[in-house]
């Protein structure tokens, strides 16, 4: 039901309550000129991926938009610990297996994720003492990386471990510090025991750019790959805040350093918030499409950069439709994604495919 419109820059914006809410004017491109993201993907050698609940797949609309747009999926939520794993060695893997069934149908590539991290994990491996936590970690990873071998291309071993500000340390706090920091060459271990196949990535935020976690990260990878740990990409999640962002220049110069150190390079959980940017809503759409063809570009630059992700498939599907999130970036509605809550492509979607036709052809 609309509820309300506003005239924004001669254009009509129906906002149907909330912060994903369906709009058309500037918020649509006519969806019927404009080429398939996975197609222009493929064409400069890129995936191109986008995370959903598996619930999401009952809608027809839904499963049609994500086979043709995406060619690599991550579950936003259901492959997490507390999800699929929430009592000891009772494993739920129902829902990651409907994705991963329609993964296959389609020819999309998963990404899975994730095996360890401090957030969302079950509760009875939270507070464990080193040993038990070990053994849990051991089956958690064997369970899970076993039950989708060969059928998960890439998987998020370790999520977040490095600490928020200048510190450059991984997080005090998480319960996996009772291992010591060895934790995460230990989880690569035993997940590339697991699928030798899967390609295995160290994921995190704000390690996008400059500064001392972002340089962290990058010595957490280099002494992975110096020791024989079997870790095979860098995720930069890339949750952008335009209110302070690393330039694409900077960002491109920072995958390069990945790149020489043989590792991938993803791009797993972008979104671009532009509830905070300032000026009328075109305008906000317009350095939404900006700062999205930029980075990507940046990934187009540098041939160690395999996919670029977008964390949901349209507006109304966001994360940032959460309060506890949204205020993260400054003041919703957001408008995060690429589509609209109509399902309809928006301006950044002509941003994306921008950049990736300027790739050199593969
Ligand atoms: C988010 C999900 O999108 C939300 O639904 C959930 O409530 C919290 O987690 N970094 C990550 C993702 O690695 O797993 C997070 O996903 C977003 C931040």
């Given amino acids: 039901m609309v509820l309300a419109g506003s005239a924004v820059a001669g254009c009509i914006i129906h906002d149907s309550g909330g912060a994903g809410s369906s709009s058309v004017g500037a918020n649509q491109l006519p969806a019927s000129t404009l080429r398939p993201l996975r197609q222009a993907g493929a064409a400069a050698n890129r995936r191109i991926g986008t995370a959903l609940m598996s619930a999401r797949l009952s809608n027809a609309k839904v499963r049609a938009l994500v086979a043709r747009e995406f060619d690599s999926l991550t579950p936003e939520n259901e492959m997490k610990w507390e999800s699929i794993e929430p009592q000891a060695g009772r494993f ?81 706090d998480s319960p996996f510090a009772v291992l010591g920091p060895t934790f995460i060459d230990e989880a690569f271990r035993l997940a590339h025991a697991a699928d030798p196949s899967a390609q295995l990535f160290y994921n995190d935020y704000e390690i996008e750019g400059e500064g001392a976690k972002a340089d962290a990260a990058f010595a957490l990878c280099k002494r992975l790959k110096e020791a024989g740990v079997p870790i095979h990409g860098i995720g930069f999640q ?121 790739a050199p052809p593969k």
């Fill in 238 to 358: 890339m949750h952008v805040d335009p209110r302070h962002w690393p330039s694409a220049d900077v960002i491109r110069r920072n995958f390069e350093r990945y790149a020489a150190l043989g590792l991938l390079i993803e791009i797993t959980e972008m979104d671009i918030p532009i509830g905070a940017v300032p000026g009328n809503i075109d305008e906000k759409l317009q350095r939404q499409r900006e700062i999205t063809r930029d980075i990507v570009a940046a990934c187009v630059a540098v041939d160690k950069c395999s996919g670029i992700t977008f964390w949901g498939l349209t507006d109304s599907d966001s994360w940032y439709n959460d309060a506890r999130w949204s205020q993260l970036r400054g003041k919703g509605p957001h408008y995060p994604l690429l589509f609209n809550g109509d399902m309809q492509p928006k301006p950044v979607v002509s941003g994306v495919l921008e950049a990736l036709e300027k």
């Fill in 92 to 172: 739920n893997f129902e829902a990651g297996d409907r994705l991963v069934a329609f993964a296959g149908e389609n020819g999309i590539r998963m990404r899975g994720h994730t095996l360890v991290w401090h957030s969302q994990l079950a509760l009875f491996a939270k507070g464990l003492k080193a040993d038990p936590l070990r053994a849990a970690m051991t089956r958690h990873i064997n369970g899970v990386v076993g039950h989708w071998k060969g059928k998960i291309a890439q998987w998020d071993v370790v999520n977040e471990a490095i600490a928020d500000g200048p510190s450059g340390e991984l997080r005090p």
